[in-house]
């Protein structure tokens, strides 16, 4: 067993990094959603809208790395696990 784990460590890795990676994404998403929405609240549209843009992008992205990266790559760990 301990041989097993050590041959898939560097996947679990690279699961770790894409896992944090995504999960990093999606709160800066978040913020600068909430930030937009706030910078609309006070009236500055034109920032806001810039702000709605780059926090959707940055959803957009972390929706990829977790169904592009992270998916497969729980599933080959855990196929090489079992």
């Known amino acids: 067993m301990r041989s097993s784990l050590v041959d898939v460590l560097p996947d679990l890795l690279e699961l770790l990094v894409f896992g ?5 994404l999606s709160l ?7 930030f937009a929405f706030v910078t609309f609240e ?15 992008v940055a959803l957009y992205f972390a929706y990829n790395v977790g169904t592009d990266k992270v998916r497969p790559k729980l599933r080959d760990v855990r196929a090489a696990l079992a």
């Open 20 to 24: 944090l990676g995504s999960a990093g």
């Open 28 to 34: 800066a998403g978040a913020y600068i959603e909430r």
């Open 42 to 56: 006070q009236g500055n549209v034109e920032i806001a809208a810039w702000a709605v843009v780059m926090g959707a």
